[in-house]
């Protein structure tokens, strides 16, 4: 059973009463925003990732009947999601460093072969069944682990881990060489969309 300032509307919305959402987003944003900030210094970056938690909340309020205290649990989803963007961060520019600037070439060069790439990759997106699909955007793009995600759609994690690899083998498969590029493509794919 859930505790927290809203049980009421927590039991509410998850089973089904989606105005309830409302209630809780009003009670808990502002200190999920104080949090956020403490933690980035920045009020911008930490509403997005308060938005990003809400959201994530939503997608799997199906599977959240065990979470004993609510507030709580939406505070370490939302710590856990700013580590998550801040290692992807420090990957992202540790793997643009170890890039010599000559390699780069001009800004348009760069863009043109980035806007090849994203085609390259949303033509071998397009192999993906519809399930794996959805599986490997929810794991690559929105950053989910292989247990949220099994939540979010009520499956197993071995089925998700199965299409997960499968996924990864077809794209691998269809990409080519360019898919060595595809874990920088992941990192900026949410910024071009």
């Known amino acids: 059973m859930l505790k927290g300032i809203n049980q009421t509307e927590i039991q509410k919305w998850l089973h089904g009463d989606d105005a309830g959402f409302r209630h809780i ?3 808990y944003y502002p200190k999920l925003s104080l949090v956020a900030l403490n933690l980035l210094k920045n009020k911008e970056d930490g509403e997005e990732m308060v938005m990003d938690v809400f959201y994530k909340v939503w997608k799997k309020r199906y599977a959240l009947e065990h979470v004993e ?3 709580t649990y939406l505070i370490q989803s939302l710590r856990n999601h700013i580590i998550d963007r801040k290692r992807k961060k420090v990957l992202l520019m540790q793997e643009l460093e170890a890039i ?3 390699t780069l070439g001009s800004t348009e060069q760069t863009e043109g072969e980035f806007k090849e790439l994203l085609e390259i990759y949303e033509q071998a997106l397009s192999k993906l069944t519809g399930k794996q699909k959805e599986i490997y955007l929810m794991s ?3 950053g989910m682990s292989q247990k949220q995600i099994a939540a979010s759609l009520s499956i197993s994690q071995h089925t998700v881990n199965n299409h997960i690899s ?6 691998k498969n269809e990409m080519g060489e360019y898919y060595k590029a595809l874990s920088i493509l992941c990192i900026f794919l949410p910024y071009l969309k």
């Open 25 to 27: 987003f009003d009670a």
């Open 69 to 71: 205290n609510f507030e």
């Open 100 to 102: 010599p600037l000559e």
């Open 140 to 142: 690559r793009e929105l």
């Open 166 to 171: 499968t996924s990864s083998k077809i794209l």
